[in-house]
């Protein structure tokens, strides 16, 4: 048997907070994991010039493109990123009223920043350039990589490993030669300072490679507050303290000293239908002189 109270708002706390998992592929789980490689170029659309990933095939063009004008346009004139230009208001600057003076354009573009730092970004913009690009499916990341946990290794140990700071830069050593999306589970190498003498191809192509990161999970905790006050929930709903085909009360339900047992607490929506259930540790009895409040926290 059970008995129905209503939640206040102030009863309900909804917390968000974050958990992490580990992965580690080798390049022959690629496929069924669906990480992806691209190699993107510059310069006029070719029809057959195309890059094959683990799952897809793509026009380098449209890859080198979409990169460029997702993550660096706002930093093609500076690696710090364009500053944006404001107009200043002269308040009756004429016989007409007011007046703005001065460019009133900005950047309109939002480029990802990975960091509430400056951060610098390099992208080549020369003739038949190349960039590499590294896809992670969302349904592996989550909500997004946790920065300072992606690692890129070539087993062959050429060119090495590739790591995040944390800050949204790839690094090759000590050299900067990219950036990583942790958001959107990209990282775009860019051969910043020339890192890789022979271009990113091979980072495309060779299969001799470790991919590693950790994913992100929101996960909301709920805690519910049951508030059973003194004058709630003093008699027994249980059957078995009844006795005889015409349900008498057992003499001892009616002592001043009797008091009811929570073993569960039910949660219902506004339906009356039953959601989740609690059990305590073990039964504790209700009071008669005082309020007691039971915590239920639910992880969802």
Not at 106 to 135: D, H, K, N, W
């Amino acid at each position: 048997m059970s008995a129905y109270k209503q939640f206040l708002a102030s009863d309900v706390i909804i917390t968000p907070f974050e958990v992490n998992k580990g992965f580690t592929f080798k390049y022959s789980e690629f496929a069924g994991i669906g990480i992806d490689r691209f190699l993107g170029t510059s310069g006029s659309f070719i029809s057959d010039k195309t890059t094959t990933g683990t799952l897809s095939t793509e026009y380098t063009v449209l890859v080198y493109s979409s990169i460029k004008e997702l993550y660096y346009a706002n930093f093609l004139s500076s690696s710090f990123g364009d500053t944006a230009q404001t107009a200043s208001l002269i308040p009756g600057a004429d016989r007409a009223g007011d007046r703005l003076v001065g460019p009133n354009q900005s950047t309109g573009y939002y480029s990802y920043p990975q960091t509430t730092l400056s951060q610098s970004r390099f992208f080549p913009t020369g003739s038949g350039v190349e960039i590499a690009v590294f896809s992670i499916p969302s349904s592996i990341y989550g909500t997004q990589i946790k920065p300072g946990s992606f690692s890129w290794t070539d087993n062959s140990n050429d060119p090495g490993s590739l790591t995040d700071d944390g800050e949204g830069n790839i690094i090759s050593g000590s050299t900067v030669v990219g950036n990583i999306i942790y958001q959107h589970g990209l990282v775009i190498i860019t051969n910043q300072n020339g890192a890789f003498g022979n271009g990113v191809s091979d980072l495309i192509d060779n299969t001799n490679v470790t991919c590693s990161f950790q994913s992100t999970i929101t996960i909301y905790e709920s805690q519910y507050k049951c508030t059973i006050t003194e004058n709630d929930f003093n008699f027994s709903t249980n059957p078995s303290i009844l006795s005889g085909s015409e349900g008498q009360l057992y003499s001892f339900t009616t002592a001043s000293y009797f008091a009811p047992y929570v073993s569960t607490v039910g949660l219902y929506n506004d339906n009356q239908e039953l959601v989740a259930v609690a059990k305590l540790a073990q039964p504790v009895p209700t009071s008669a002189t005082t309020d007691m409040s039971i915590v239920i926290n639910l992880d969802l």
